[in-house]
C-alpha cells in the first residue's frame, strides 16, 4: 500500500496534535496555578482552551501553547476591559464617561469589604443616615442646598422628582427641552412612565415666561426646566429664565444635567447647581460622572421639604446607590482635582509639549508620527459646542485596528487605544488622556506597530 501526500500529510498533523500539552499538565505550569488562585478555575481553563486552539489551528507549536495560554490570561475575573482614551473627548459615554480620580479609586477600595455605611463606632448601633459623608460634602460644596440626597443616576433623580412631586399631576416642560438622553432614551417617556402627565408649552425655538404662567394651574406638581446638554439650538430662540419661572408660585425642579457645583470659568453657559438654587429653583438635578468627574450617580440638591419627600417615597429605596459610589463620589468632591477637571483645564502648551515628547520617542524607535493641532471636546457631559484647543499624535491610519484591538492588547499586559481617524491618519488627542498614561501609551504605539 501506497501512502499518499494527504495521508502524510494528515499523520504529521496527528503527531503534532499529540504533542499538544494537556489541560492538567497546563495547570500544573505555576504561572497557570497561580493565575487560578486569582482569576478562579474556569477563566483560566478558558485561556489554555484557546491557547490549545491556536495550536490546533498550527497558529503556533505545540511547545508555544503554555506561553499561550499565560498571554491569554485576562487581567481581571471581569471582562470590562480598561481603555485609554485619545478620542479627545473628555467625557465619552462609550467609554464609561468620567475616569475617576485616584483619591476616588482608594475610597472605593477601602469601602469594598465590610465598613461602617449604616453603622455608628461610636455608639456601636445602626447610624441615623446612609451616605451621611457624601450628603454633607455636598452640601459643603453648594452651601445653597439646604439638603442633599444621591441616586443610581439622574434619570433616576427625575423618576423620583416626578413621581414623588406629580404622580397624577402635570409636570409644565418647554417643547424645546424634551429631549432625548441617549440610545433611544427620552426624557418625556422617563417622566410619563411615573404616571406624571406632561403639559407642554412654547414651541420648539422660542418659549416665554407667560407661556408657563398660562400652563401652571392646582394642576401643576411642578415646573421642570432641563438643559440641552447634548445639542444647541441657534438662532431665533428664547426661553424662560429661572428666576423667572421661580416667580410663578409652584416648584421648579433644573435638571443641571453636567453636575457642575460652582460655575467653570471655561464653560459660561454650564448651568451649575449653586447658581440655580440661588436664582430660586427648588431642587436641583444632575449627574455624577459628566463634568463633576465621579461614579454614575444622580444627585439631589435643594429645598429641604422636598428632598426629603423625594428620599422618604418607597421608589427611593430602589433607586439607591450602594457604599462604592458613596465611597467613591465622597472623595471626589472632597478630595483633589478629579482627571475630567484637569482635562478641561490644561493648557494647549502643556498638551503640545507633551505631544511633542511622544512623537520624539516614538520617532527613536522608527515609528513615523507627527504633531498636530486639534480641537477636542467635552462630549455627551455637557457644553454642546464648546472646543478646546488641543495636540494630537498623528500616526498612519492602518494602526488604528491593532491600537484597538492588535497584540498591544493580547494578555492584558497594556490597554487598547481608542482615537479618532481624520483625514486618512489615526489621530490620538492626548487632552483625554492622563499624563501619567503618556508612558503606557507609547508602549501601546510602538507594540502596534513592531511587525507581527
Ligand atoms: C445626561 C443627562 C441626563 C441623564 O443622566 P444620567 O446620569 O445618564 O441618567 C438627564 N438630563 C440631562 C440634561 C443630561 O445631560
New binding site residues.
Given amino acids: 500500500m501506497v501512502a499518499t501526500v494527504d495521508d502524510l500529510a494528515q499523520a504529521g498533523q496527528s503527531a503534532t496534535r499529540r504533542r499538544i500539552p494537556r489541560t492538567d499538565a497546563l495547570l500544573a505550569d505555576p504561572r497557570l496555578a497561580q493565575a487560578t488562585d486569582r482569576l478562579g478555575r474556569p477563566l483560566v481553563k478558558a485561556a489554555i482552551a484557546r491557547a490549545q486552539q491556536r495550536a490546533r489551528d498550527a497558529e503556533i507549536a505545540p511547545e508555544q501553547v503554555a506561553d499561550a495560554a499565560v498571554a491569554e490570561l485576562p487581567a481581571t475575573a471581569a471582562s470590562l476591559t480598561p481603555v485609554l482614551n485619545a478620542t479627545g473627548v473628555i467625557v465619552h459615554t462609550n467609554l464609561g464617561r468620567a475616569p475617576l480620580s485616584q483619591a476616588a479609586i482608594g475610597a472605593l477600595t477601602a469601602a469594598a469589604g465590610t465598613c461602617d455605611v449604616e453603622f455608628d463606632l461610636d455608639t456601636g448601633t445602626r447610624a441615623r443616615q446612609r451616605g451621611r459623608g457624601v450628603l454633607d460634602a455636598l452640601r459643603g460644596a453648594v452651601p445653597g442646598a439646604q439638603a442633599a440626597g444621591v441616586v443610581n443616576?439622574?434619570?433616576?433623580a427625575?423618576v423620583l422628582a416626578a413621581t414623588a412631586l406629580a404622580t397624577g399631576k402635570e409636570i409644565v416642560i418647554s417643547r424645546g427641552e424634551l429631549?432625548e438622553?441617549g440610545d433611544r432614551f427620552r426624557?418625556p417617556d422617563l417622566l410619563t412612565s411615573t404616571g406624571a402627565r406632561l403639559r407642554e408649552v412654547g414651541t420648539t425655538n422660542r418659549t416665554t415666561v407667560s407661556d408657563y404662567q398660562q400652563a401652571v394651574t392646582e394642576q401643576t406638581g411642578f415646573i421642570l426646566k432641563?438643559?440641552p446638554?447634548?445639542y444647541r439650538i441657534e438662532g431665533f430662540t428664547s426661553g424662560a429664565t429661572v428666576p423667572e419661572l421661580a416667580g410663578l408660585g409652584v416648584p421648579v425642579v433644573h435638571?443641571i444635567?453636567?453636575g457642575l457645583l460652582s460655575p467653570h470659568p471655561l464653560l459660561p453657559d454650564e448651568p451649575d447647581a449653586a447658581t440655580s438654587l440661588r436664582q430660586g429653583a427648588s431642587l436641583v438635578t444632575a449627574?455624577g460622572?459628566?463634568l463633576l468627574g465621579g461614579p454614575?450617580a444622580?444627585i439631589i440638591l435643594g429645598e429641604e421639604t422636598l428632598v426629603r419627600r423625594l428620599l422618604r417615597h418607597p421608589l427611593a429605596r430602589a433607586l439607591r446607590v450602594d457604599k462604592l459610589t458613596l465611597a467613591a463620589l465622597e472623595a471626589t468632591i472632597a478630595g483633589p482635582q478629579p482627571p475630567v477637571a484637569r482635562a478641561l483645564s490644561v493648557s494647549p502648551a502643556a498638551l503640545a509639549d507633551r505631544a511633542e515628547r511622544v512623537v520624539a520617542t516614538l520617532a527613536a524607535h522608527a515609528v513615523p508620527a507627527d504633531v498636530v493641532a486639534t480641537e477636542a471636546a467635552v462630549g455627551?457631559g455637557?457644553a454642546p459646542g464648546v472646543t478646546l484647543p488641543s495636540s494630537a499624535v498623528a500616526l498612519p491610519e492602518d494602526l488604528a485596528i491593532p491600537l484597538r484591538a492588535g497584540p498591544a492588547v493580547r494578555g492584558g499586559q497594556l490597554p487598547p487605544v481608542v482615537g479618532r481617524v481624520e483625514k486618512g491618519r489615526l489621530l490620538l488627542d492626548l487632552r483625554s488622556v492622563d499624563p501619567a498614561d503618556d508612558t503606557r501609551l507609547i508602549a501601546a504605539i510602538l507594540a502596534a506597530a513592531a511587525p507581527a
Fill in positions: 443616576n439622574n434619570a433616576a427625575l429631549i438622553i426624557l432641563v438643559h446638554s447634548n435638571d444635567g453636567s449627574s460622572d459628566k454614575q444622580g455627551g455637557g
